[in-house]
C-alpha cells in the first residue's frame, strides 16, 4: 500500500501479542520487532499483551519497540509501564495534523490481577474524550484517531467503541478490536455533539 499511496498510517489496536507458540516461547519479542520493522505508527494495549505479565510488556516495549503506545485510559504510576507509553501521539500526513490515543479494555476478571499489577482502570469515555479535546482544541489537530480494546458493542451495557462513538466528543474515527467481528463497512455513530464518528 504504501508502495502506491502516499499518505498512510499503520495502526494497531490491541493483542500484539496473543497466545500462539511463538508468544510461549519468546513472550512477544518476535511480535515487537516485526511490527517495529514494518514501521507501525502506533499501537494501543489488549488484555493479551499482559499474558506474559507487565513486567514482560514493559521490557518488550523498552527493548525493542520502535513504535509508540498510546493510551490514555490506564493510569501506570507505581507500575513497570510507567514510563512505556504516551497518552496521544502527533503525526503530520498530507497536510493534516492527526492526534492518535487509544483506551484498553477493563482487566479485572478478564486478566489475572498479578499479570497488570497496580494499573488503575480510568473511565475510558472521559479520558478519551478530554484527550481529543485537548488534541483538536490545544493542539489544532485536523482529525483524532482512537485505537480502541474494548470491543465493538454488547448485549449489556458494559463499555465498547459504540457507547464510545455515542457518548464522545471530537473523536473522528474509532479503530476497535477484542471483539474479532470482521464489519463488511464502517459504522457510523452520532456523537453527543451531533458529529459523525466513523468505527471499524
Known amino acids: ?35 517495529s520493522m514494518m514501521g507501525y ?33 490506564y493510569d501506570f504510576r507505581g507500575t513497570p509501564m510507567e514510563h512505556k507509553y504516551q497518552p496521544y501521539k502527533l503525526i503530520k500526513k498530507g497536510g493534516l495534523t492527526i492526534g492518535i490515543t487509544g483506551v484498553g479494555i477493563e482487566m479485572k476478571g478478564l486478566v489475572a490481577d498479578g499479570l497488570y499489577g497496580t494499573t488503575q482502570y480510568l473511565d475510558p469515555v472521559k479520558l478519551a474524550t478530554e484527550t481529543a479535546s485537548y488534541l483538536k482544541d ?10 480502541s480494546h474494548l470491543g465493538d458493542k454488547y448485549d449489556d451495557d ?16 474509532i479503530i476497535g478490536a477484542h471483539t474479532h467481528r470482521f464489519f463488511d463497512k464502517p459504522r457510523i455513530y452520532d456523537n453527543e455533539a451531533g458529529e459523525k464518528v466513523i468505527v471499524n
Not at 518488550?60 to 513504535?67: F, V
Not at 490545544?138 to 485505537?147: A, E, Q, S, T, Y
Request: net charge negative; charged share 30%.
Open 1 to 35: 500500500i504504501r508502495g502506491s499511496e502516499e499518505n498512510v498510517l499503520l495502526l494497531d489496536a490491541g493483542d500484539m501479542f496473543q497466545g500462539t507458540p511463538y508468544f510461549n516461547l519468546y513472550k512477544g519479542e518476535p511480535e515487537i520487532r516485526a511490527m
Open 41 to 73: 505508527d502506533a499501537g494501543t494495549i489488549g488484555n493479551h499483551d499482559y499474558d506474559a505479565g507487565i513486567e514482560n510488556l514493559a521490557n518488550q516495549m523498552s527493548t525493542h519497540a520502535k513504535l509508540p503506545i498510546v493510551i490514555c485510559r
Open 138 to 147: 490545544r493542539k489544532r489537530c485536523d482529525m483524532v484517531i482512537c485505537l
Open 158 to 173: 458494559k463499555v465498547s467503541d459504540e457507547i464510545l462513538a455515542r457518548r464522545s466528543r471530537n473523536i473522528d474515527l
